[in-house]
């Protein structure tokens, strides 16, 4: 067994032979150089736990070569001699460690949790699933389930304070998580424990948009212009959620049959879902690919692609900031109509843009429409479609959901006249493509 003081020297001097061969320092105990029968050098650390009965294992420091020199491999020895003095085991630490940053980083665990837990336990695990890539992975990205602290899980919801209903069923969807990993043994402890602050309960909402606010609403889209404008104004025109209409891609829409088909992987309770779309929704829908393709003469929507974009290859994001141009934008519409005497000054009462689709749904009841078909409209799971009725009533409402979206255009037709002279989207041809 070779041994002499490791330096650049040395290490330098060293030359394959045909055979595996060391060399040991002789200040370090446990320091050493190997060198392959190729030539590749690399710094190790050799050491016993448990005495001299225990087994040598052997701990690869790394090749030779930046950052591993002589001096930073020596320095690395001592800090893993130290470990070993402590009674911790350096491969096994390291083993952990790599587990952690793979197996337990917390993007990646989501699968984990999804697959052995929300799939079997969890009736909306995909809509969960999403939440928590969507909202605690923003946060947390990849860091190691064990090193989540309390202090983590408070600055998750303290982004979502203005979303009280998305605050509270994260909270829900990540204590189970956490409680889960523990249960597992893969936590000594969740963040979430006893003593943790729920967020708020949140009032249930019955906030619609009076005719004159839809009027205002849709007249403000127009002020914003693409994405967020058109966005907006098909919320109105479909009664679709938000997340689904900023996901919508070209291959989900068919112009010849007017209509949009929601894959069951974008839907919240998981089951396709089409859209009759109005001639209003299309008129907006060719506005944006009539932008997007300027040159051609007739209107064709393109193949595949998200319709709600700014990058080309990830949804449209920033609602929160959306929503606070579009109130600006419907403030600045009254002052301007109070200024010229246009009509009785009045504010806008607070509103969400997710209080679009209780708008629709209420507007639908009032033009006549079954519950049951405004039901199927917004493709709820729920009331008329639970239960006995779920298991035995197949009928798609497609017709009817047609007419009623057709009746609803009708509806924002009447009502929007006044400003059809400001109704068309001025889009950024660069961000449409």
Known sequence: ????????????????????????????????VQVTPTGAKSY??????????????????????????????????ERLALMVGQGIDPALSERERRRQAVDLAFTSYIETFADGYLKAHWKHWREAERLLRR?????????????????????????????????????????KMFAWAEGRGEIDRSPIGRGFPAPRIVAARDRTLDDEEIALAWKAAGKL???????????FTTGARREEVSGMDWAELDRDDKEWTLPPHRAKNSQAHIVPLSNLAVEI???????????????????????????????VSGHSKAKKRLDAAMAALLAKRAETGGGPVRTIPPWRTHDIRRTVATGLQRLGVRFEVTEAVLNHVSGAKSGIAGVYQRHNWKDEKRTAL????????????????????????????
Request: charged share 25%; net charge positive; aromatic share 8%.
């Open 1 to 32: 067994m070779a041994t002499g003081k490791i330096s650049k020297r040395t290490v330098d001097a060293l030359i394959p032979n045909g055979t595996k061969q060391f060399l040991w320092d002789t200040d370090l105990r446990g320091f050493g």
């Open 44 to 77: 190790v650390y050799q050491y016993r736990t448990g005495g001299r009965e225990a087994p040598k294992r052997r701990y690869t420091i790394g090749r030779h070569g930046s950052p591993w020199t002589p001096t930073t491999a020596r320095e690395e020895c």
């Open 135 to 175: 909202e605690p992975a923003k946060v947390l990205k990849s860091k190691p389930l064990p090193t989540i602290t309390r202090a983590d899980i408070v600055a998750i919801l303290d982004k979502l304070a203005d979303r009280p209903a998305v605050a509270r069923a994260a909270y829900a969807v990540l204590r």
């Open 225 to 235: 212009g693409y994405p967020f404008g058109p966005a907006y104004r098909l919320l």
């Open 285 to 315: 829908l060719d506005a944006i690919a009539m932008t997007a393709a300027a040159d051609d003469v007739e209107v064709s929507w393109p193949k595949s692609g998200l319709v709600f974009t700014t990058s080309g290859e990830t949804p």
């Open 406 to 433: 057709s009746a609803w255009a009708t509806h924002l037709g009447r009502i929007l006249r006044p400003a059809q002279d400001d109704n068309v989207v001025q889009l950024n041809r660069s961000s449409a493509s």
